[in-house]
Nanobody, 119 residues
Framework: QVQLVESGGGLVQAGGSLRLSCAAS????????MGWFRQAPGKEREFVAT????????ACADSVKGRFTISRDNAKNTVDLQMNSLKLEDTAIYYC????????????WGQGTQVTVSS
């Protein structure tokens, strides 16, 4: 269906910034919701932010509100996550996901990109 590739991860000091990108290709459905999730070692994957391709609506987790911003460029089939004021607890593998708007679960995932925040 849809192939997703994340990029932009790396090592950054607390208080710094990173911008993650997700490039989508392949088959697409009529309408997709895109999302960013993250998973730290020994923890379950958690929601970070979502954005719709139709309507431009966005939502994010309380833990990242005011610090992270999700955006999209439909012409380029990309979704970005701008991360500012990074904290140690933001350290995780970040995954890009996609789902049809009528479906309640994500069934397309990228391979993930590592974000490490140091003191």
């Amino acid at each position: 269906q849809v192939q997703l590739v994340e990029s932009g991860g790396g090592l950054v000091q607390a208080g710094g910034s990173l911008r993650l990108s997700c490039a989508a290709s392949g088959r697409t459905f009529s309408s997709y919701v895109m999302g960013w999730f993250r998973q730290a070692p020994g923890k379950e994957r958690e929601f970070v932010a979502t954005i719709t391709w139709s309507g431009g609506s966005t939502a994010c987790a309380d833990s990242v509100k005011g610090r992270f911003t999700i955006s999209r460029d439909n012409a380029k089939n990309t979704v970005d996550l701008q991360m500012n004021s990074l904290k140690l607890e933001d350290t995780a593998i970040y995954y890009c996901g996609a789902r049809p708007s009528r479906q309640g679960w994500y069934d397309n995932w990228g391979q993930g990109t590592q974000v490490t925040v140091s003191s």
